[in-house]
Structures are given as structure tokens and as C-alpha cells.
């Protein structure tokens, strides 16, 4: 499974950027499919996530700024980022809810793709 995060750039406080995620590799619809940025000191937690059925969900931090959408119940998502701000510049990582795994020798790991790089400048 390869998950392939795109569209990221450098861009002026209240600018705009619209990522692209693509999951392939698998045959299966995941649900939800979610957008992550990693909090330091923590693990990756998501920022938003959409359903197979649309429905959206948003963190507190980018309600009403953002925008999730899919390509109906494919694995392709978007992510529409506007009025962005100096602390959202991170790197951004797309990937199931709860992460997908590998399993290896019985351990299971989550498995990313290398994610965006969001940069917004004051």
C-alpha cells in the first residue's frame, strides 16, 4: 500500500494551498481517510477526516478554514487550506483512521507515506 501526499509549498499568512492524497495498493475503501500533522513530542494526530459517505470531521484548530473532500468511496482525498497561519506550517500526512499497519514477524507498525511539507510565512 502506498499512501502519496502532494501539494504542499511555501505560502504567505493567509494563503492558500490544497493537498492531494492518493492511497493505492489496496482494494479496499478505507474509512475514514484522515489528514495528520505531527505535534511535537507526540505522536501524528489527525486534523481532519472524511467518510466513504462524505461526511466530515475537523479538529478544533482548523474548523472553518479548511476543507476535506473525496472522490466519492475512492481512496483519493483532499484537503483545501485556507486563511492559513504561521502554526500550521508542518508536514502533512494523509492515512486511514485508525492508521494502516504492516505486520512483520507479528509486530504490527503503522505505516505512512512521506507526507507534505506546509510551510506559511508571517
Known amino acids: 500500500v502506498q499512501l502519496q501526499a502532494s501539494g504542499g509549498g511555501l505560502v504567505q499568512a493567509g494563503g492558500s494551498l490544497r493537498l492531494s492524497c492518493i492511497i493505492s495498493g489496496t482494494t479496499s475503501n478505507i474509512n475514514p481517510i484522515g489528514w495528520y500533522r505531527q505535534v511535537p513530542g507526540q505522536e501524528r494526530v489527525p486534523i481532519a477526516s472524511?467518510?466513504?459517505?462524505?461526511?466530515?470531521n475537523y479538529g478544533y484548530s482548523v474548523q472553518g478554514r479548511f476543507t476535506i473532500s473525496r472522490e466519492g468511496a475512492e481512496n483519493v482525498v483532499y484537503l483545501q487550506m485556507n486563511s492559513l497561519k504561521p502554526e500550521d506550517t508542518d508536514v502533512y500526512y494523509c492515512?486511514?483512521?485508525?492508521?494502516?499497519?504492516?505486520?512483520?514477524?507479528?509486530?504490527?507498525?503503522?505505516?505512512w507515506g512521506q507526507g507534505t511539507q506546509v510551510t506559511v510565512s508571517s
Open positions: 472524511i467518510s466513504i459517505g462524505g461526511i466530515p
Open positions: 492515512n486511514g483512521i485508525p492508521p494502516l499497519v504492516v505486520v512483520s514477524d507479528g509486530t504490527e507498525t503503522a505505516h
